[in-house]
């Protein structure tokens, strides 16, 4: 059985940091086929960060997706965290992502994390 398993949210100030762990089991999965994504209240779920180390425009230059390999875990380190990066994040695995003109453009996950809490305040 898959089970993936966030850890790391918590309630930070702005220009602050966070590290997000996503620990897999049941399975090894490849890492540019995890990602990582969130969901702020009333807004829809969106790509963070996976793939092939693509980034969403609103991360670039603030968070960088790792992995270890050994641990079976995904990492999201997000620095310079702003208010609008509140929201719930989910760890994503076996996914397929398509892409635009190089740049990400849908998912199709089959494992979801339960999430874990992210609060910046101002």
């Known amino acids: 059985q898959v089970q993936l398993v966030e850890s790391g949210g918590g309630s930070v100030q702005a220009g602050g940091s966070l590290r997000l762990s996503c620990a897999a089991s049941g399975r090894t999965f490849s890492s540019d086929t995890m990602g990582w994504f969130r969901q702020a209240p009333g807004k829809e779920r969106e790509f963070v960060a996976g793939?092939?180390?693509d980034y969403a425009d609103s991360a670039k230059g603030r968070f960088t997706i790792s992995r270890d390999s050994a641990k079976n875990t995904l990492y999201l380190h997000m620095n310079s965290l702003k208010p609008e990066d509140t929201a719930a994040y989910y760890c994503?695995?076996?996914?397929?992502?398509?892409?635009?003109?190089?740049?990400?453009?849908?998912?199709?996950?089959?494992?979801w994390g339960q999430g874990t809490q992210v609060t910046v305040s101002s």
């Open positions: 994503a695995a076996d996914c397929s992502f398509a892409y635009f003109r190089g740049r990400y453009y849908s998912h199709n996950c089959a494992y």
């Open positions: 793939g092939s180390r």
